[in-house]
């Protein structure tokens, strides 16, 4: 096993962590395995889609297959980061991935939704998981995924990307 990860390129993940030839890199076993765990995401879900790896822990997901590795600036969407303490999903993955999630969904009314929506920290009055959850929202008559939420202390913090902040 090597550590060569190259933070220029694309590096397809390996299908089962025995594939591994970079060291600390996740393989798709892993990060569908962590969506189906965390979240009670049905694995069909992530059918059609290859993960790839660009730097040390983020992980994207394709709606194709090409050679690996691929050297590009981008490629899909972000996904998920790894090589850390907890995995972080991404918001563009949450809204993309999430909608039939069964665990660690926070339903926000109104005013904590919009409070999230700009950024803000709310107290949803959660009473499961502590860590990253997904934060959701009623919208025409069907709970959606607005983004990603870190859950700790009686705390929900919006972990909202700057540049998609909006005023409702």
């Keep these: 096993m090597t550590d060569g990860n190259d933070g220029s390129r694309f590096d397809r993940l390996p299908p089962t962590a025995a594939e591994r030839r970079v ?21 069909g879900t992530f059918d059609g ?7 040390a822990g983020k992980v994207w997901a394709f709606a194709d297959a090409v050679e690996s590795p691929a050297d590009v600036e981008g490629l899909g969407m972000t996904f998920l980061r790894t090589r850390q303490e907890h995995w972080k999903p991404t918001t563009d993955a949450v809204q993309r991935f999430a909608a039939d999630a069964e665990r660690n969904v926070v339903r926000l009314d ?21 860590g990253y959850l997904i934060a959701a929202h009623d919208i025409a008559g069907a709970v959606e995924p607005i983004g990603v939420g870190l859950y700790v202390h009686g ?4 972990q909202m990307p700057k540049g998609r902040r909006r005023e409702l």
């Design 23 to 43: 060291a600390g890199r996740p393989s798709r076993e892993a990060v569908v395995g962590w969506w189906v765990e965390r979240f009670g995401i049905d694995e």
């Design 49 to 55: 889609y290859t993960f790839w790896e660009k730097g």
């Design 110 to 130: 109104d005013a904590d939704a919009r409070a999230f929506l700009r950024g803000e920290d709310t107290d949803p009055g959660w009473d499961g998981d502590w």
């Design 155 to 158: 705390e929900l913090r919006s």
